[in-house]
């Protein structure tokens, strides 16, 4: 018979590893939302040769890294919902929020773009 003390400590343990493991996916999570924001705000740095990227382009290229991330987010959930075993819950989870994060930080820089253009429009000249 396994006593009592073992059940405790094995629990303990399990709590303990859960809490890093979780710890472990907040950092995880973390460094990637800070390398696709990176990747948004600064695409392709140029060159010396190259001029800077008009703000159409820098747009585009910000719709472009939310649209590339949506979709693998969609992809991701399809195939674990398809029974994929290379495919877990976290990783699911994980592109969901980032494509998520990603949009919401989209829609944002849309609304202040669209106020700074009110704001110019309604300026007496």
């Known amino acids: 018979m396994v006593q009592r003390a073992d059940i405790n400590n094995v629990l ?3 709590r303990s590893l859960r809490s890093q493991m979780m710890q472990n996916q907040r950092v995880e999570q973390e460094n990637q939302l800070k390398g696709s924001l990176d990747s948004v705000r600064k695409p392709n740095g140029p060159s010396e040769t190259q001029e800077a990227p008009g703000f159409g382009d820098m747009l585009k290229q910000a719709v472009d890294g939310v649209n590339e991330l949506q979709s693998n987010s969609t992809q991701l959930a ?7 075993p290379n495919v877990d819950i976290a990783r699911v989870m994980i592109a969901s ?3 998520s994060v990603s949009f919401e930080a989209l829609t944002q820089v849309r609304n202040r773009v669209v106020q700074a253009y009110e704001d110019i429009m309604n300026m007496p000249v």
Not at 78 to 84: H, I, P, R, V
């Open 97 to 99: 929020q980032k494509a």
């Open 78 to 84: 399809t195939a674990y919902e398809k029974g994929d």
């Open 12 to 14: 303990s343990e399990i």
